[in-house]
């Protein structure tokens, strides 16, 4: 299993700029989750997903966008690239049963700049 | 007050010292608790998860006090190779799937 992979690992966008992060679990987990992690900050949960075809706003959701069309894959859309977007972005899956929730797995995150 | 607050750090320490964390927490209604670890500009990592009756993973020892809101984490006998950042971590209550993570503690351990 290659567990939560993310691309791009780094990018560097102009203001007002548009870009998609991508993000792909293989552990058919159920809950997908996206976080951003400013410098010396805790993560903050952006957007979630309970299942394919729903999701949630988490903390911080403006200036962003999501999808889940598969249970696979979760994509973070940025429409127009803000200074304050630049971060670390995380995401991140985990099984909700009948016994809640089992350990949330992480991506290697992708590191964002807006310019 | 912060949901979930941890001691600022950084903690330097050396080799063999021991090590506690300490976490409070502001939701009363909060069911789970974890901490995670995470290595410079690496992703969070679970360490372990935190129950009422307290438990224990080899050095590593997690205890939770719902009356006080509080939670800490033990490293006994610290090895070069526990320096990370380590993250007080709850889930927001009522709301499946939201963890709140605290900012976390930096700890180097030296030789």
């Known amino acids: 299993n290659a567990g939560v992979t993310q691309t791009p690992k780094f990018r560097i966008l102009k203001i007002g700029q548009s870009m998609t992060l991508q993000c792909t679990q293989d552990?058919?987990?159920?809950?997908m989750y996206w976080y951003r992690q400013d410098p010396g900050m805790g993560l903050k949960l952006i957007y979630y997903?309970?299942?394919?075809?729903i999701t949630d706003k988490g903390e911080v959701p403006n200036g962003y966008n999501v999808s889940r069309s598969t249970t696979e894959d979760f994509p973070l859309r940025l429409e127009l690239a803000a200074p304050s977007q630049t971060s670390v972005y995380f995401c991140?899956?985990?099984?909700w049963g009948t016994g809640g929730e089992d350990t949330q797995y992480f991506g290697p995150g992708t590191r964002l700049t807006v310019l | 007050r912060k949901e979930v607050e941890q001691d600022p750090g950084p903690f330097n320490v050396p080799e063999g010292a021991t090590v506690a964390f300490n976490c409070t927490y502001s939701?009363?209604?909060?069911?789970?608790f974890f901490w995670y670890r995470q290595d410079c500009r690496k992703e969070p990592k679970l360490l372990m998860s935190v129950y009422s009756s307290g438990n224990e993973d080899g050095r590593f020892t997690a205890q939770l006090n719902r009356a006080s809101q509080y939670i800490s984490l033990l490293i006994r006998d610290s090895k070069l190779s526990d320096s990370a950042t380590y993250l007080c971590?709850?889930?927001?209550?009522?709301?499946?799937?939201?963890?709140?993570f605290g900012k976390g503690t930096k700890l180097s351990v030296k030789p």
């Open positions: 939701n009363s209604a909060s069911q789970s």
């Open positions: 997903s309970v299942g394919a075809g």
């Open positions: 971590v709850v889930t927001s209550g009522g709301s499946q799937g939201n963890l709140i």
């Open positions: 552990m058919n987990h159920n809950y």
């Open positions: 991140a899956s985990s099984y």
